[in-house]
């Protein structure tokens, strides 16, 4: 079965320092899709990004949060200064065009100290 | 306005008991309705789905039941089993699939013998 893989598992950063999560979404996908989810709390969204750029973002995605899809098959979040705060399990999820189901990644969990 | 309110926030039902978990929302655009059931350390992973023209889908032990008027969704755990032990999110989007997901808060569920 088809599945969205990420990399690493488990990312832990020293604050102010830059991280890449890495993603590979199912590879008849076409859209694409950051969540975040604090320790115990909800899954929420980040980015959506359809057609190389950005469709939509939230507000938790400010100017240190970047997307990118390199090579057409890998899919980035760089997150520029980590702070505290974005300690989180980071999931990918990517989904084709007119399907309704989209696949999550088994996420990384970043760890800013 | 963009909110998916969830409850229980944590649920403990017997072997072969029924298991029901509520959502509401307050967006009236919402047209896709999935629930998501999350493993420790893995992602979410669709469960079922459904959408506002119909009051009720069934798959297998699953079940969702859908109040369009009440703007309230609930999914029903037929015959719950240890291996349901899970925590459950309810989501709801503005598109068929394509959109941005909008998360309950998640219900831990436990199922004792």
């Known amino acids: 079965e088809p599945e969205v893989t990420q990399t690493p598992s488990h990312q832990v950063t020293q604050m102010g320092q830059e991280v890449i999560l890495r993603c590979v979404p199912i590879s008849n996908h076409l859209y694409f899709y950051w969540y975040r989810q604090i320790l115990g709390q909800k899954v929420e969204f980040l980015v959506s990004?359809?057609?190389?750029?950005?469709?939509?973002k939230s507000e938790i995605f400010d100017d240190q949060f970047s997307v990118e899809r390199p090579d057409g098959s890998n899919f980035t979040l760089k997150i520029r200064s980590t702070k505290l705060e974005d300690s989180a399990m980071y999931f990918c999820?990517?989904?084709?065009?007119?399907?309704?189901?989209?696949?999550f990644g088994q996420g990384t969990r970043l760890t800013v100290v | 306005q963009q909110q998916v309110k969830q409850s229980p926030q944590s649920l403990i039902v017997q072997k072969g008991g029924i298991s029901i978990i509520n959502c509401a929302y307050e967006?009236?655009?919402?047209?896709?309705f999935p629930w998501y059931q999350q493993f420790p350390g893995k992602g979410p992973a669709l469960l079922i789905a459904?959408?506002?023209?119909?009051s009720e889908k069934k798959e297998g032990r699953f079940t969702i039941s859908f109040n369009k008027s009440a703007k309230q969704f609930s999914l029903h755990i037929m015959d719950s089993q240890p291996g349901d032990s899970a925590t459950y999110f309810c989501a709801a989007s503005l598109n068929f699939g394509n959109e941005k997901l909008t998360f309950g808060t998640g219900t831990r569920l436990t199922i004792i013998p």
């Open positions: 459904i959408r506002p023209d119909v």
């Open positions: 967006n009236t655009a919402f047209d896709y």
């Open positions: 990004f359809y057609n190389n750029e950005i469709s939509e």
């Open positions: 999820a990517s989904l084709v065009r007119g399907n309704t189901e989209a696949f």
